[in-house]
């Protein structure tokens, strides 16, 4: 999450190194943004059996899991809805400025989905989330996008990272859930996923396209194949730490990274080289093997080497981590509905880059605040 806040705020800045940024569509290869977003994905694989689990343990029905996958799965969908659309305001044919719409939508996402505390009656907490939801609707209503010869209503662009995230975290939790953690199961949804992105990639699935626009898997099997990784990581994890068996935890690990790294680099002529944006299967594995690895040294790190206390100042990154994700969605729009701009001097080059570090630090120190105050969002 730090480095997701750290490569968005590098839009803001001038002349730093091509391989901190996104590379374009159109060229063959990645920077350290284009590993950012895979990662986090991975990252949501790995919580999801810990999760699940967790409710097992406490004797939890199928149905209820199942029914707490698809709320969260719901939320995830609609605030990446609506952000999707935000980039589309028409502000000279809307209502309100942009600014004030997404600092308002954002104000409906906290109101709805709240952690709100124990001791808060229902009503009151049905109140603030009825209010939330009333607000939502009421910015829905008034929502203009598109351009001044087209000016459209709120509609599915792409889903955006959160409801990437939702897609990928539902089909992923899913295959989870109804296997009951069965690793032959876990590896057999790991290949669908790549297997499916492999043949959208390479043109093989184009006989599926009258149904593409309605049915399909998000991300072209990319996003959950992502997830998967994870998915199966967290349970050969588990599995190994409890019998204590970091050495042969470390040897699945590296070679499942290095197998991962290598396919590829060897995939990469196949659907277009290595590209984010075009959600390649070379990109794919590629991030795939690098989250795998810097897991690896980061069990190395915490669990061997008891280094936990390194990550206490960005903890709350990790603990609210949608709080810390949606606070830029206030500062930005506020700041330039002020009129407030940095010196130039810094937002450029080296200055500009310590810049951004230093925001994204400072968001997830305010999320750290917020976080004593209950102040997070939690669905």
């Not at 104000?107 to 049905?126: E, M, V």
């Not at 060897?266 to 944006?277: C, E, M, Q, V």
């Not at 810390?324 to 001097?345: D, E, K, N, T, V």
Request: proline letters at 4%.
């Amino acid at each position: 999450m730090l480095l997701m806040i750290f490569v968005n705020d590098l839009g803001t800045l001038k002349n730093i190194p091509d391989w901190l940024e996104h590379t374009k569509a159109a060229e063959d290869g990645m920077g350290l943004a284009d590993t950012v977003f895979p990662a986090f994905l991975f990252i949501v694989g790995l919580s999801i059996p810990f999760a699940i689990g967790n409710r097992w343990s406490k004797g939890v029905s199928q149905s209820n899991i199942l029914g707490h996958i698809l709320i969260r799965s719901f939320a995830l969908l609609v605030m990446g809805f609506f952000h999707v659309n935000l980039e589309n305001y028409n502000q000279s044919a809307a209502l309100l400025p942009r600014g004030v719409w997404e600092i308002l939508l954002t104000i409906s996402f906290f109101l709805i989905w709240l952690d709100y505390a124990p001791k808060l009656s229902k009503q009151k907490k049905w109140l603030l989330q009825g209010l939330g939801i009333a607000l939502l609707v009421f910015l829905a209503i008034v929502f203009k996008g598109g351009d001044k010869d087209n000016v459209v209503w709120l509609r599915p662009y792409w889903w955006g990272i959160l409801g990437l995230i939702g897609w990928s975290y539902l089909l992923s939790a899913l295959v989870f859930l109804f296997s009951k953690s069965r690793m032959p199961v876990l590896i057999a949804g790991l290949l669908f996923f790549e297997l499916f992105n492999i043949a959208a990639k390479a043109g093989w699935l184009q006989f599926l396209s009258p149904v593409k626009p309605y049915i399909w898997i998000t991300g072209d099997g990319s996003s959950p194949a992502l997830t998967m990784a994870g998915v199966i990581t967290a349970v050969v994890y588990s599995s190994l730490v409890q019998k204590g068996n970091y050495r042969r935890l470390f040897a699945v690990l590296l070679v499942f990274g290095i197998i991962m790294l290598g396919a590829g680099f060897a995939i990469r002529p196949l659907g277009g080289g290595i590209s984010k944006i075009h959600a390649t299967p070379s990109w794919v594995m590629i991030c795939t093997g690098i989250s795998l690895l810097f897991f690896t040294g980061l069990v190395w790190l915490v669990d061997r080497k008891q280094k936990q206390n390194w990550f206490n100042i960005i903890k709350p990154a990790g603990t609210s981590t949608l709080t810390a994700y949606l606070l830029p969605y206030i500062h930005y729009p506020l700041y330039q509905m002020i009129g407030f701009s940095l010196p130039l001097i810094l937002r450029t080059g080296l200055t500009g880059i310590i810049k951004s570090l230093l925001y994204a630090l400072a968001i997830i120190l305010v999320t750290g605040l917020l976080e004593k105050k209950r102040i997070r969002l939690k669905i």
